[in-house]
Every structure is written in structure tokens, then in C-alpha cells.
Nanobody, 127 residues
Framework: QAQVVESGGGLVQPGGSLRLSCATS????????FAWFRQAPGKEREGVSC????????YYADSAKGRFTISRDTAKNTVYLQMDSLKPEDTAVYFC????????????????????WGQGTQVTVSS
């Protein structure tokens, strides 16, 4: 049974950094795409970043470009989201999701693409 479990959330001041981790099981990292989504109170869940399994392509939402970096450690079966220069508007519950080996620039941020989801980890950016 495939599974993804997030960790690493917390409270950080504006301008600070956090690294989220997504521990995976059930599939090798290069056989699946993994994405980070986030959901703020009263808002829709939105795609933040994706790392395609088949060829390692990365995708980022405009709000994440230049500040967030997605990566993977195949030996540890873990996907990471390094978040720098955090802003109060980054406050949300962050979810890791596992999807098919191939995604495109047009569909990576669509929730329906992913079939396994974690429970989420809270990120709060506040002074």
C-alpha cells in the first residue's frame, strides 16, 4: 500500500526558512511524481510544486518560483520542499501527493492527477 507522510512544518518568522519532508513508501521515487499542495483557511487547495518521477522535471507555482525548491533523496524515499524567504501569505497546511510517472506543465497542479495524499503539516509564517 502506497503512503506519503509529511513532516517539518512549524512556526517561522517572515523571511525565514523551513524544509518540509515527505516520506514515501510503495513505489520508487523515479516511478511516481510527487507534488506539494497547500490550503489556507477558506481557500482552495493549490499546487505549489511538483517533481516528475520519470525524468526529474520540476514545476512551480508563480508564488513559489525563486523561493521554494523541490528535491528528492531516492536512498531515503523522501521528497523535500525547501522554503526560503517565507511570507505570511505562505501560511497554510501543506500536503504531499503522489501521482503518475508523467505529468505536464498543464496538469501538474490539478488535484485529480494525484491518487495518494498525506495528512498535511501546518506552516505558519508570523512575527
Amino acid at each position: 500500500q502506497a503512503q506519503v507522510v509529511e513532516s517539518g512544518g512549524g512556526l517561522v518568522q517572515p523571511g525565514g526558512s523551513l524544509r518540509l519532508s515527505c516520506a514515501t513508501s510503495g513505489f520508487p521515487l523515479d516511478k511516481r511524481s510527487f507534488a506539494w499542495f497547500r490550503q489556507a483557511p477558506g481557500k482552495e487547495r493549490e499546487g505549489v510544486s511538483c517533481l516528475e518521477g520519470s525524468n526529474g522535471n520540476t514545476y512551480y507555482a508563480d508564488s513559489a518560483k525563486g523561493r521554494f525548491t523541490i528535491s528528492r533523496d531516492t536512498a531515503k524515499n523522501t521528497v523535500y520542499l525547501q522554503m526560503d524567504s517565507l511570507k505570511p501569505e505562505d501560511t497554510a497546511v501543506y500536503f504531499c501527493a503522489m501521482g503518475p510517472p508523467f505529468v505536464t506543465n498543464d496538469n501538474w497542479s490539478e488535484k485529480r492527477v494525484y491518487d495518494y495524499w498525506g495528512q498535511g503539516t501546518q506552516v505558519t509564517v508570523s512575527s
